[in-house]
């Protein structure tokens, strides 16, 4: 569903006028398009003192200009830039931070439309020390207080570096590159984890997916329908999953993205075994499974009944849990896969009528955490996305007043497309995402409810 009140004040006489009357002023955000460059401007790289100095700044300094990327180590005046990193991954203490901190606010304002924060830094948990670890976790309060400030569709987001990563491990480059690009639209405020060295830069960026086999349940419309083409687009075979009540849906987009359409409830006891069967049979390897398919059934919690809350819980999550057991215990797969889930912000921060809903989400979150070091024994990894207010068939329900309200609650002031979920998905089934498990990334525009 379009956000014909975004498409006004994007420009003209409607943001002037918006302006004028003191509305919000989204802006529509600059999205990935193949072709287009990674960040459009130079990126300005500082280190601990300010400078691009440092040996992780260094690093992702040359990096980024391997990339092809205009990198700055210090900001010409006036001039507009595409991104800053911040690389903080030797702070120590709190007075650390004012000297590369506040010399990146001196090039906040010159910051383009569409343009990227990013820091580097390392996990506060990971610090032996107060101080340090203080200084680490004054970067989480610092980045999401400055994504709130930025507008014209700028974000700001992190990444954190586990013990057993660095500023130029595949997996840091990988989110670097992700939040860079046009594919984290809708991510905000966010930060991912690194923790460990594996994973591998795909040869071709724009097809970092070739060769691999992605299932996607719930396929047949919306966001699983945007996952499944998104997928495609770089490069994966696609099995499609849904109902069969689905079918026809179901269907049309598996001839769409070329692949096959496995008509199936994944409620059933054997789901993840049949799964499994048609990949390899069909396609021969199984190499990324995104868990998408998910229904609603909202009612407040004093007027709930038990088949809301079963049918809820059958297909958001204990579906899920039986087919990660399935793929666990396959002597067929030699390595799992990268499974990815959808979550929800309802699972993160709750939402009236929504109790059966948020359990169900909050037990995605949990269960992924859980599961990393299992699916890492394996060979494989899994993480979490929670979408916020997207636009869709279910959300374009809601009545105006309501859905207006919930589109404009976030810092981008304005809602998610499909295929902003479907671009942090891609990320995170990707091999650039190795050293990423058992993470949730939100992609919500980095909404006022919640972390």
């Known amino acids: 569903m379009s956000d014909k009140y975004t498409q006004f004040v994007s420009r003209g006489f409607g943001r002037d006028l918006a302006g004028k009357l003191g509305l919000p002023r989204p802006v529509e ?39 092809g990327l205009d990198v700055r180590r210090n900001a010409l005046p006036k001039e507009k830039l595409g991104a800053i990193v911040l690389v903080l991954d030797e702070v120590r203490t709190p007075e650390d931070l004012e000297v590369p901190v506040l010399t990146a606010a001196r090039s906040v304002r010159d910051l383009a439309a569409g343009g990227r924060i990013i820091s580097v830094s390392r996990t506060a948990e990971s610090a032996t020390d107060p101080a340090e670890a203080a200084a680490r976790q004054g970067i989480d309060g610092l980045v999401r207080s400055l994504a709130k400030e930025l507008r014209d ?35 905000d405020g966010q930060f991912l984890s690194v923790t460990s ?15 691999k086999v992605a299932v996607v349940t719930g396929a047949a419309r919306g966001i699983g329908a945007a996952i499944a083409r998104t ?5 994966a075979t696609i099995v499609a999953v849904d109902v069969p009540a689905a079918g026809d849906h179901l269907a049309e987009v598996a001839n769409e993205v070329k692949g096959t359409a496995l008509q199936l409830d994944i409620t059933v006891p054997d789901a993840g075994e049949r799964i499994i069967r048609h990949a390899l049979e069909r396609h021969g390897s199984l190499d990324i499974l995104v868990h998408n398919a998910g229904i609603t059934r909202d009612k407040l919690l004093a ?43 309802s699972g993160i921060a709750g939402n009236r009528g929504q109790s059966n809903y948020a359990a169900s989400k909050g037990g995605v979150i949990g269960m992924v955490r859980a599961s990393a070091p299992l ?19 279910m959300t374009a329900r809601i009545p105006f007043v309501t859905r207006e309200v919930a589109r404009r609650l976030n810092s981008l002031q304005q809602g998610g497309a499909p295929g902003d979920v479907a671009e942090a998905i891609a990320f995170l089934a990707s091999d650039a995402a190795g050293g990423i498990s058992g993470d949730v990334l939100r992609v919500c525009g980095q909404n006022l409810v919640g972390a």
């Open 153 to 187: 569709g700028a974000t700001a987001n992190g990444i954190l570096l586990g013990s057993g990563a660095a500023p130029q491990s595949p997996g840091t480059l990988g989110a670097l590159r992700f939040f860079l690009s046009g594919r984290s639209a809708f991510v």
């Open 303 to 345: 007027n709930m009944d038990e088949g809301r809350w079963r049918s809820v819980i059958a297909v958001n999550i204990a579906s899920q849990l039986r087919i990660n057991d399935a793929i666990l215990a396959s002597s067929e797969l030699p390595v799992a896969p990268r499974i990815v889930s959808v979550a929800s912000t």
């Open 375 to 393: 699916l890492e024994a394996r060979g494989g990894a899994i993480n979490a996305v929670a979408p916020g207010f997207i636009e869709t068939e």
């Open 231 to 235: 997928l495609h687009r770089d490069g």
């Open 197 to 211: 060295a594996s994973g591998r830069l795909p040869g071709d960026p724009e097809k970092p997916l070739a060769g």
């Open 29 to 67: 955000l600059r999205r990935y398009k193949a072709g287009d460059p990674l960040i459009p401007g130079p990126v300005l790289v500082l280190g601990q003192n300010g400078e691009s100095k440092g040996q992780g700044a260094e690093a992702l300094a040359a990096e980024l200009v391997s990339w």
